[in-house]
Every structure is written in structure tokens, then in C-alpha cells.
């Protein structure tokens, strides 16, 4: 086989078109592997892992583009490199697109001089001028783009409240405005419970799990991981808090974050006070309030905030709903006995490859009680941050959607291409138990997840028996029945190739967590 990098300077590209260019060379006939990315220093530690660096690209700057090929022989490798430059020219503008579209604000407005939303994803650097005309406008705001500073996010908030908008963002995941989709989202039922959060896949986990309960929400806003620092004071958070309230169609409200900071929580906490309506409280990793206030509930998981917000809507004891969820744990622990029977001795470590920040999240918060510190890029300790991200260490879970990650190329909802080699790699390591995924469906997410993990799954499985292993994978699928991508036929595929897939984050990382527990207890006998 042979490797080839071309280099093309100063050639920026849209991530997700680049994406679907590598797809496009990994189709010709010969084609071992290929990527077309920007040189970014994360990259071309991917490109590294995935046996793709080549000399050329490793001086490469983050502004160059990369073309690298795996092929049988130099001539396979040279038409998919011709592949890969035709596309580019296609899609740089030189092709014929028919469709046209508005180049600016104002432009947009002449085309739907009636809309009062604007979606903004702009470089950082040029995020705060696009905002500050559409709040100008009287538009409210779902700002994407991220590497925007604090000090504009700010003052974009402060000019939003004054104007009674919404400045959702910035990196702002998910929302659910009137119904319409922001972001990466999935589609729920409407009904009235009103949701604000902090956390993107935190917020589409309890939207999914209250359409499962059978509820439905009246507004979704994100408003950006942020918020509840001590330099933002929770500005936009507090101001949706009192809009959810006064909101004739929302009747229970849920707040979903990591724990804000302490002078935040006091202002969240003394809003609550303030407020008519049941208020469901996540804080994760957060402890209940000493003193509570009588409409506010806590919930320890994603899961329990949606049990919560739906048996207070129907007008039902809310603390008995974790009865139940009590009970689904003790079935995951005699469910994790058998399955960790089939397993070595000598795999004894769990790795968690997320997509969902969030997700990760919740799963280091529950899989420490039963595992102990858990290794990370996002560490819930200083001292089990990953000194690189890329290699595993003991127990392990890591968030693939970090900056880190996605400068330069799409967010692994889109993306599974990272993902696809990590699985790869973790599988040659005799020490990996349990491989703990999360899929997550909706908008804005890869249109097959299954489709793209199937393959992988099927190779990495076959690799570990080779050489004497049986790898388990449990995956938790954050979807609804509704979502374009058909969530049972996703299960369905997933649990064909071996997949244990499980109705929650948390209940998936508990299995994980019990699993490799169990097996430890095996070899201690």
C-alpha cells in the first residue's frame, strides 16, 4: 500500500463539504482510507491515527489543506486524488449551483422580511458584528459559532434583554423555538413543560426522555455552556427562567447545567423563589438546595429531570417515579453479571468515545461510584485529564465534541470518522472490556449513525476475537421515534451487530460501569 499527502496552501473549506469529499475517495475502487481536512494541529494527530500523515502534511499550517490517500498502488492513489480536486473546484463556486442564497442580513430580510430569528454561525471573530445587527434588527438570536470572548457574549446579552430578545448561544447546541428545530436537535412532541439549559446533549437527552414519558415541551432554550459562569452571572439563563414563567403555555419548567458557579446558583436559586410555576433542577454533579424552595424539585440525572417534569405535569407524585428507575437498576446489575461473564480477565477497562459533552459528562458523574476516578479530556478532576486525548488510560471516557476536536473538520454528531478509528484503536488494546457509545438522532446529526457503526463495530468485534477477546459494546441511542433517522431501525442494526443498546444515558453508563466492576470481582476470586 501506499500513502500520499497533497498539499493545497491557503485553501479554507467548509468542514462538513470536506467531509463528504473524503467519503467520495474512500469510495474508489483501491482506496485502502482517505481524508480531505484543514492542517489543524488536532487533524493531523487524526490523520496520524489513522495511518494517513505522510511527511508533506506534517509542516502543513492550519490555513492548508489536506489531501491524503491510502491506496494499493500509485495509480488509485492519483485518481482519488484527481477526485478530491474536482470536488473542491465543485464546490468552491465554479460549478453550477442553482440555488441562490442571501449573502447578508439584510439580504435574508428582503427575501423574509417577516422573520424575527436569525441563526448565526460565523467565524468568533466576526460573530459579535452579525449578532449585534440582527438584535439591532429586533431579531432574537441562536448563535452557533463558538471562539467568541466573554466579554462580547456579555455585551450581546445585555443588549438582548434590553430588548426583550433572545441570545441563545454563543456555542449554543440545541433549541426548540415554537416547535422549529435549532441546532442539533430532535423532534418531540409540543406539549408544557418548558425547558432551559446550559448544556446541548444534556437538553436533547431530557427533550427525548420526556417524549418518551409521553410529554411534550411548550420552549426549549439553550443558552450557551457559559451562561452560568461567574463573568456571564447567568444573564440569559435568568431571563428565560421568568419568560418560562410567565408563559401562558408552559406549566412545569426544568433547568439542565453542570453546577454553575456559586454566586450563579444563589441568583438561579433565588429565582426560583420568585417563581408561580414547579421548577425541575439539574444541576449535574450539583447537590439539592438546604433550603429548598416548595416548587422545586431535584433531579440527580438527565433521565430522573424528565420522569420528574412529566409526573408534574400529569399532576402525580414526582419522587415516585425514581422508585421505578431504582428498580431498572437493579435489573442492569444482574443484566451486567451476565454479560461480564463472557468477557477475559485481562479486559478490564471501560472506554467511553462520546459525541455528547453532556453525555460524557453524566456517565464519568455515575460510572465513579462504582469505578473510581475516571480518565478524561474533560475530567471531572484536574488530575485525570488525559495527558493526550487521544490514547487511553484505565477507565476512560472522552468527549470527541471538544474544541480540540473540531477546529477544522465537522462535530462528531456529523462526523464519525474519528470516532470510527478511536473504536479501532481501543479494540487492539487487550485491556478494553466495554466500548460505551452514545448515538444521538435529530437534526443537524449524521443522517445514518447506524450505517456508519456498523461496519466498524463489526471489524473491531472481529479483531478482539482474533485474538482471543470478546469486546461488548453498550450504546445508548438519544433519539425519538420521530427523528428523520428512524430510531427503532437504528437500535435494531446496532443490536444485530452485537450491540447492547440501552433506553438512557445513564442507565448505559451504569451497565458499563457494572460490567467492568464485575469483571474485576472475577479476577480478584
Not at 97 to 113: D, I, N, T
Not at 217 to 224: A, D, L, P, T
Not at 423 to 449: F, R, W
Request: with cysteine; hydrophobic share 45%; charged share 20%.
Amino acid at each position: 500500500m501506499s500513502i500520499e499527502n497533497i498539499i493545497i496552501k491557503n485553501s479554507y473549506q467548509d468542514s462538513v463539504r470536506l467531509m463528504r469529499i473524503s467519503r467520495e475517495l474512500k469510495e474508489v475502487k483501491g482506496v485502502v482510507n482517505a481524508s480531505v481536512m484543514m492542517a489543524t494541529e488536532a487533524n493531523k494527530r487524526v490523520l496520524e491515527m489513522a495511518g494517513l500523515l505522510g511527511p508533506e502534511a506534517i509542516g502543513a499550517g492550519a490555513n492548508d489543506l489536506v489531501i491524503a490517500v491510502d491506496a494499493d498502488n500509485n495509480e488509485v492513489i492519483e485518481a482519488a486524488i484527481q477526485t478530491a480536486q474536482n470536488a473542491l473546484v465543485e464546490s468552491s463556486g465554479n460549478g453550477t449551483l442553482e440555488v441562490q442564497k442571501a449573502r447578508s442580513l439584510e439580504l435574508a430580510l428582503e427575501q423574509m422580511p417577516n422573520a424575527n430569528m436569525a441563526v448565526i454561525s460565523v467565524p468568533g471573530a466576526f460573530a459579535k458584528i452579525e449578532v449585534g445587527k440582527a438584535l439591532s434588527k429586533d431579531m432574537h438570536v441562536f448563535l452557533f459559532s463558538d471562539n467568541v470572548t466573554i466579554e462580547e457574549e456579555i455585551e450581546l446579552k445585555k443588549m438582548a434583554i434590553d430588548k426583550g430578545l433572545l441570545m441563545m448561544g454563543p456555542d449554543c447546541g440545541t433549541s426548540i423555538i415554537n416547535g422549529a428545530c435549532l441546532g442539533f436537535a430532535n423532534v418531540i412532541n409540543r406539549g408544557n413543560i418548558g425547558i432551559v439549559g446550559a448544556s446541548g446533549t444534556g437538553v436533547q437527552e431530557v427533550t427525548c426522555q420526556i417524549d418518551r414519558w409521553g410529554g411534550g415541551c411548550s420552549q426549549v432554550v439553550g443558552v450557551g455552556g457559559r451562561d452560568l459562569k461567574e463573568a456571564v452571572g447567568g444573564l440569559m439563563f435568568l431571563e428565560v427562567m421568568r419568560k418560562l414563567d410567565e408563559d401562558p403555555a408552559t406549566d412545569v419548567i426544568v433547568l439542565i447545567s453542570k453546577p454553575p458557579s456559586a454566586s450563579v446558583l444563589k441568583k438561579v436559586r433565588a429565582t426560583i423563589k420568585e417563581m408561580k410555576k414547579p421548577v425541575v433542577v439539574n444541576l449535574l454533579g450539583g447537590e439539592p438546595s438546604n433550603d429548598p424552595a416548595p416548587n422545586e424539585y431535584f433531579a440527580g440525572t438527565l433521565e430522573e429531570a424528565a420522569a420528574m417534569a412529566v409526573a408534574l405535569v400529569n399532576g402525580t407524585n414526582p419522587l415516585a417515579w425514581l422508585d421505578g428507575i431504582a428498580k431498572v437498576e437493579m435489573d442492569i446489575v444482574m443484566r451486567a453479571e451476565d454479560l461480564a461473564h463472557d468477557v477475559s480477565p485481562k479486559q478490564k477497562y471501560v472506554r467511553g468515545l462520546f459525541s455528547g459533552g453532556t453525555l460524557c459528562y453524566e456517565a464519568m458523574l455515575l460510572m465513579q461510584k462504582t469505578l473510581g476516578p475516571i480518565n478524561s479530556n474533560v475530567p471531572l478532576q484536574a488530575e485525570q485529564r488525559l495527558k493526550n486525548s487521544l490514547i487511553s488510560v484505565g477507565n476512560t471516557c472522552v468527549d470527541l465534541g471538544e474544541d480540540e476536536f473540531t477546529v477544522g473538520r465537522p462535530h462528531p454528531m456529523i462526523d464519525f470518522q474519528l470516532r470510527s478509528e478511536r473504536i479501532l484503536i481501543e479494540a487492539d488494546q487487550p485491556e478494553t472490556a466495554v466500548i460505551l457509545l452514545d448515538v444521538v438522532l435529530g437534526y443537524g446529526s449524521n443522517a445514518d449513525p447506524a450505517g456508519e457503526l456498523v461496519p466498524v463495530i463489526m471489524k473491531a468485534r472481529s479483531k478482539a476475537m482474533e485474538s482471543g477477546r470478546n469486546l461488548q459494546f453498550v450504546a445508548y441511542v438519544c433519539g425519538t421515534d420521530k427523528d428523520p433517522q428512524g430510531m427503532q431501525e437504528q437500535i435494531k442494526r446496532l443490536q444485530d451487530c452485537g450491540v447492547v443498546v440501552i433506553p438512557t444515558n445513564a442507565q448505559a453508563a451504569l451497565l458499563a460501569a457494572y460490567m467492568v466492576a464485575r469483571i474485576a470481582k472475577d479476577r480478584a476470586c
